[in-house]
């Protein structure tokens, strides 16, 4: 690896040691972790390489795909509109979206699109990465689509789907797209380095996305070979391919899988679902974003995480398995390959962790396990 970057405040040095040891130990090729309390950084480390021929290093400012921590992202912006009046979890989403009705789901009310609990986890035709940029499409496609399940009777990770599902809402209600809502509400006014739809300006300082092995371990053929043909096609999708290191992919809004950030970024962003000082978000909201909406085996991963887990409005809680420490009622979120965002009020905690080199689990990941355990030894 290059040289360490960035500063750690002295309790938190088993941070550095841990994220060193991703590197030596783990396999890392290029990565950042940040770690905010009560608003302010106490770790902001970054390292390695941007590509996989160790010629770019990873700097102060390099972006990278996130994958599905962008979801907790999305998740703040309904919570915004919710705390601005514009937001009702408990209206139908016909009453933003008239035309989602179709096929028996205008009584699904919001809050089971953000708790992946409308059952439309999976598209029930084959889509292809290049259907995915056509917004207007995907947003017909799920208009029009049979729920897989009861709606609100159990969860099923919507992996692609999220993102469409949430977004289309905060764009019938702004006018505007995500990643637009995002960049005005957020982003700009904050001085946070994310984006969901990231400009053709900003590519030269993207990590390069390397993608994990074919399944040496054999979990997720294990995943596969017991799941259901619903959750086969929610996780047989296109975003497992190469495009995430393509132009078009960086210029789409997918905001499920496609949000592109610093680990400061990730740390700020979810620091604000835990109610950082001067954020969109009060207790009574910082409350409704991790109200568990139903402990279950999920319908998607449930093989995975070999039990019953609790998703609360757009995140995954801590609860029983420790997931994002020791507190149960922190929350947060993974992203495919290893990255992660964590909230915990409690310990006014933010954590954000990013990286270029993709792990082979489909959740804790041993780097995020052993950064998070560094985290908590240090409060």
Known sequence: MTDLQGHCAAPFEAVR?????????????????????????VVDLWGG??????????????LVNVWSTTKGVVALL??????EGLLDLDAPVTHYW??????????IPVRHLLSHRAGLAAFREPVSVTDLYDWDGVAARLAATEPWWEPGTRSGYHALTYGFLVGEVIRRIVGSSPGDCLRKRVTEPLGIDFAIGLPPTEDGRVAEVVL??????????????QASPMARAALAN????????TGPWRRAELPAVNGHGTARAVAQLYALLAGAPGGPLGPAAVERVRQGQGACVDLVLGAAFGGETELGLGCWLSGRRGSYGPNPRAFGHDGYGGSFGLADPEARLGIGYVMNRMGTRVADDPRKTALIEAVYGAL
Request: overall charge negative; glycine content about 12%; hydrophobic content about 40%.
């Open 78 to 83: 309904a919570q915004i509109l919710v705390e």
């Open 212 to 225: 994990p092995p074919r399944d040496p371990s054999g979990e997720r053929a294990a995943l596969f070979a």
């Open 238 to 245: 296109p975003l497992l391919g190469a495009d995430t290191n």
């Open 17 to 41: 040691a841990a994220f060193i040891e991703n590197f030596t130990a783990r396999g890392e090729l290029g990565a950042a972790v940040c770690v905010t309390v009560g608003g302010e950084p």
């Open 98 to 107: 008239p035309e989602f009705g179709a096929a028996g789901k205008e009584a």
């Open 49 to 62: 390489w941007a590509d996989p021929g160790r010629t770019r290093e990873w700097r102060r400012d390099t």
